[in-house]
């Protein structure tokens, strides 16, 4: 069973970084796609970033292309999403998600998913 773990949210000010982890335990998911997706409230969750197994593939959503940036670290088992430049409307529970068979934009897509993490951006 696999198990995914956010942790760097918090709240911080417009223009202000953060840098989201998401560590995985239960296999390795060096092979894996992973993503990141946001669900704000009254809203649906919506795709923010994902790349390939080998990270040399990365995909954004149009909202936040320009201001962050997803990696991985296969020897930690971690998935990052540095966020800069952030605004107000990015305010969400982050989820970083695994296990890609599909469409890396569709939260269908994933059969892992961590817990969320919430970031909090004021104006």
């Known amino acids: 069973q696999v198990q995914l773990v956010e942790s760097g949210g918090g709240l911080v000010q417009a223009g202000d970084s953060l840098r989201l982890s998401c560590a995985a335990s239960?296999?390795?998911?060096?092979?894996?796609?992973m993503g990141w997706f946001r669900q704000a409230p009254g809203k649906e969750r919506e795709f923010v970033a994902a790349?390939?197994?080998?990270?040399?593939?990365?995909y954004y959503a149009d909202s936040v292309k320009g201001r962050f940036t997803i990696s991985r670290d296969n020897a930690r088992n971690t998935v990052y999403l540095q966020m800069n430049s952030l605004k107000p409307e990015d305010t969400a529970v982050y989820y970083c998600?695994?296990?890609?068979?599909?469409?890396?934009?569709?939260?269908?897509?994933?059969?892992?998913w961590g817990q969320g993490t919430q970031v909090t951006v004021s104006s």
């Open positions: 790349l390939s197994w080998s990270g040399g593939s990365t």
């Open positions: 239960g296999r390795t998911l060096s092979r894996d796609a």
């Open positions: 998600a695994a296990d890609l068979e599909g469409d890396y934009a569709s939260e269908l897509g994933y059969g892992y």
